[in-house]
């Protein structure tokens, strides 16, 4: 088999990791052939009962309690201070009022600077973008040599790393501030990618593992007939399949990465303190009259980019849950 | 025989970088931890070995006590909650209900934003002044309360209630994935024994979704041992030390009280919790099975 042929079964790996998606419609089908039997019991009545009242009333409340603090937060950062101080926190703002957005991203104070949380913003953006990059190149690689290539001692390396995914940060945290001081790089934006990279490594090495894990074997030994080494392998007949899974680990990383607050503080140093950091301490730590509109503002502003994520992924967001959890 | 040597090597050579991660990284700094619990450490790490002097001053501290307890009583409390919680949803969007995309996102988008940000949404609707306390309070229910952030009593359920909040779509999300792959036929059998729905999730669902349901604990498990963001966001282990809890304790201990040989021991104590129930765990899920796709 050439490696020309070997490509096309790609779309089939994607199913070993996610392959629930795939059951959906199946799963729709059968219910629906069943319904015409059993109109009142089963998973969907058609006529209204009482416990399809019930089921709805339970969803009112579900989809109120996970949207309303939403709802609050945007209500509160449009609104001006005597406002908030006079009426409900329900109430929706007299006029539609950006000011406490403009201040939250230009000029709201921490401690002494008040650059605003967009300061905060680029530092993420700087840390974020190397330290997914970084973070998915290497666990590629590692997860593809771990799924195909028998080298001594491999399993004793993902059980280590495995482990170390579930560690609390707090075991690690302190000699590793000790090390990078003494080669001088403690508190750089070095330091924080370098940080993130190596505590992002077991995650990004179990999925890419689990993903090539689900791959034919005979396609990678069609690859070793044809003469192909370790990195020709991987970039000729493996990475040209593993779209899916990048798109995957794009997302995790980038969501945890930019939601990460411990790491950035300890590491990343006063000028590169990531915007989780810099909002907590504009919220937190402000003297005088709490601003509330501009710190749900911020708070918004925050938020937006994992929620852009969100939103923008769909269904691969989900996938993303289910590949960091779905055994290889 | 050439061959078979070289692929051997460059692989080999390939997971040199990987493992001086793991040893240095991993491994050393673990040990560099537990080392310096060993000592008398104050500001700097010394090598003034005091035995288990450090273990006997962290569990003769109040704080430390107080953050054990928070942690248990968080984590049977949130990752129970989620479960359940997340468990509800996901059955109801498996009944067909109209608008699921919608719901399904609306229940799964907490989970994309940080515990920082999830403690200060709660921390403004907790808000003991202006929050949802003074307007429930404003419709005429003068004795209601809800500043739970701000109160002793209540602040560690504050943690509990925001913490469900971000995470049970977690929960809802895998256990869709798992309810959507339950064979129909086990529908059709129920429905002519007569058995209740709610019978056939609780009694046939649940045992099949187990993996799942395994996947969920530890997820939710490593959020509660990792409990440091959203305990700093919403109530910064106050009022007092009510709503400490174990990671919080060490990096007050780590990086503003200069007490890092007390906070070494508490790391490592942390460390030998999260070991004996994690080692058994990653034993039996990833090694005990026959690997496959491992070529020769």
Redesign the interface.
Known sequence: MSLETARPRGPHGESAALAFRATEPGRAAGSAAAHERSPTRGRKPRHLTIGRIGLYGFVAIAAAFFILPAVVMILTSLKTMPEIREGSIFALPESFDLTAWIKAWSSACTGLDCDGIRVGFWNSVLITVPSTILSIAAGATLGYALSFWRVKGADILFAVLLLGAFLPYQIFLYPMVRAFSMVGLYNTLFCIVIVHVIFGLPIMTLIFRNFYAGLPVELFNAARVDGGGFFRIFWNVMLPMSTPILIVAAILQITNIWNDFILGLVFAGRENLPMTVQLNNVVNSTYGEREYNLNMAATILTAAVPLLVYFVSGRWFVRGIAAGAVKG | MTAPRK??S???L??LP??A??I???????L??VQ?SFTASKLL?VDDYVGFAQYERLFSSTRWIVSMQNAVIFGVLFITGALV?GF??AV?L????RFENT?R?????????????TG??????M?PG???Q??VR?WGFESFSFAWAVDRDMALYALVLAGL?QAS??VM??ML??L???D?EI??AS?ID?I??WRVYLFVVVPMLR??IV?AV??LS?SV??A??LV??LT?GGPGISSDM??KF??DN??TRQN?GL??A???V??IT??AV??PW?YA???RKTR?????
């Open positions: 692929r051997l460059t692989a080999t390939v997971l990987f493992w991660v793991v240095a990284a991993y491994i050393g700094t673990m560099w931890t310096i790490p919680l509800l949803l109801v498996d009944q067909r209900v719901l996102t609306i229940f799964l988008y907490p989970y994309a934003m940080s515990f920082i940000v200060l949404i709660w921390q403004w609707l808000n202006l929050g949802i003074k307007t404003d909040w779509g977690l999300a895998l994935a798992g959507r792959g339950v129909e529908w059709k429905r007569g209740p729905a993996p799942l996947t530890v997820l490593i041992v990792k440091f963001d700093v966001a910064n174990p990671a060490v990096m780590l990086f890092i906070a070494t508490a790391a490592t942390m460390l999260v070991a994690l080692v990653i899920e990833y090694f496959k796709g491992a070529a020769a």
